[in-house]
């Protein structure tokens, strides 16, 4: 069974421009998440998915940024415009959907790294 | 609002040697706590969890973390370290299944 899996596995851009990073969660994880690590710090939750629809955005920083899930497959993060402090890493992770979700297993995909010039 | 702390930023062991990374937790109610290790260029795999049922939690690749709540700690260890356990541990809490991390402790294994 293929794990979760994110693309690109880098992007550098330069401030000002548009990136999409995009999920594929594993078939059937109904789950989806997304979190970022800015260097020195911390990994962050950004927003959580429930097929198609946003659980939770709590962890979005501005209007900037801009999730997706098309038809509760995968998903996209189009950050629009980017500015330097965006820079860091970009996890994806899914869940199947249980009863009690503080209990579920998140599978994490390897990330994209995205430096903002 | 629940929190981890891990207590070593950066933690050496020589091969060998027994290894203990450090996590205290914050939560007004029973926790779900989770161990995650991060190898360069890779993903985020997990080790363990604990979902309140026994308190010494057995992972994989060795490792187990035990749960204790008179200390509020979770401390992951593991008898013996290999040079491919050299990689990042975050300790993690989840509420409502949003996971919430510790700031990470890197291990490094000297031969």
């Known amino acids: 069974e293929a794990g979760v899996t994110q693309f690109p596995s880098h992007s550098v851009i330069e401030k000002g421009q548009t990136v999409t990073l995009r999920c594929d969660p594993i078939?059937?994880?109904?789950?989806l998440y997304w979190y970022r690590r800015v260097m020195g710090k911390e990994i962050k939750f950004l927003l959580h998915f429930v097929k198609e629809s946003k659980q939770d955005e709590s962890g979005m920083p501005n209007n900037r940024f801009l999730a997706e899930r098309t038809g509760g497959t995968y998903s996209t993060l189009k950050v629009q415009p980017a500015e330097l402090e965006d820079s860091g890493v970009y996890f994806c992770?899914?869940?199947?959907?249980?009863?009690?979700?503080?209990?579920?297993?998140?599978?994490f995909g390897p990330g994209t790294r995205l430096t903002v010039l | 609002a629940q929190s981890v702390t891990q207590l070593d930023s950066h933690v050496s062991v020589s091969e060998g040697t027994p290894v203990l990374l450090r996590c205290n937790y914050s939560s007004s109610y029973s926790p779900s706590l989770f161990w995650y290790v991060q190898h360069p260029n890779k993903g985020l795999q997990l080790l363990l969890k604990?979902?309140?049922?026994?308190?010494l939690v057995k992972g994989i690749n060795g490792f187990e973390a035990e749960f204790k709540k008179s200390e509020t700690s979770f401390h992951l260890t593991k008898p013996s370290a290999h040079m491919s356990d050299a990689a990042e541990y975050f300790c993690v809490v989840s509420q409502g299944g949003k996971l919430i991390f510790g700031q990470g402790t890197e291990l490094s294994v000297k031969p």
């Open positions: 604990y979902t309140s049922a026994a308190t």
């Open positions: 992770a899914s869940s199947q959907r249980r009863e009690f979700p503080d209990t579920d297993t998140q599978y």
């Open positions: 078939s059937g994880h109904d789950n």
